[in-house]
Nanobody, 119 residues
Framework: QVQLVESGGGSVQAGGSLRLSCAAS????????MSWFRQAPGKEREFVAS????????SYLDSVKGRFTISRDNTKNTLYLQMNSLKPEATAVYYC????????????WGQGTQVTVSS
């Protein structure tokens, strides 16, 4: 039906950068807001950033403001997360997720991509 596939993860030294991508495909694609979440070992899933699909309104976790940038390419049905000045605390599996309506739940999730930041 709807598939979200993340890519772009990897290992990087502290202070480095990575750009994550999330490609959406399937029948009857619909999105009001797409978000990035992350989950570190032994911790709960954590919200990182979100963007409304049509208007481009963004929201960020306080600890990543000024360093991470979420964006989307509507023509390619692709979500991005540019991560600069990476810190070891950013080490986690990063997931993209979709909300179809305002106030709705995250109905579709990707499989995740690993980000490892070494000091």
């Amino acid at each position: 039906q709807v598939q979200l596939v993340e890519s772009g993860g990897g290992s990087v030294q502290a202070g480095g950068s990575l750009r994550l991508s999330c490609a959406a495909s399937g029948r009857n694609l619909s999105s009001y807001r797409m978000s990035w979440f992350r989950q570190a070992p032994g911790k709960e899933r954590e919200f990182v950033a979100s963007i409304t699909w049509s208007g481009g309104l963004t929201s960020y976790l306080d600890s990543v403001k000024g360093r991470f940038t979420i964006s989307r390419d509507n023509t390619k049905n692709t979500l991005y997360l540019q991560m600069n000045s990476l810190k070891p605390e950013a080490t986690a599996v990063y997931y993209c997720a979709n909300v179809r309506t305002p106030g709705g739940k995250y109905d579709y999730w990707g499989q995740g991509t690993q980000v490892t930041v070494s000091s």
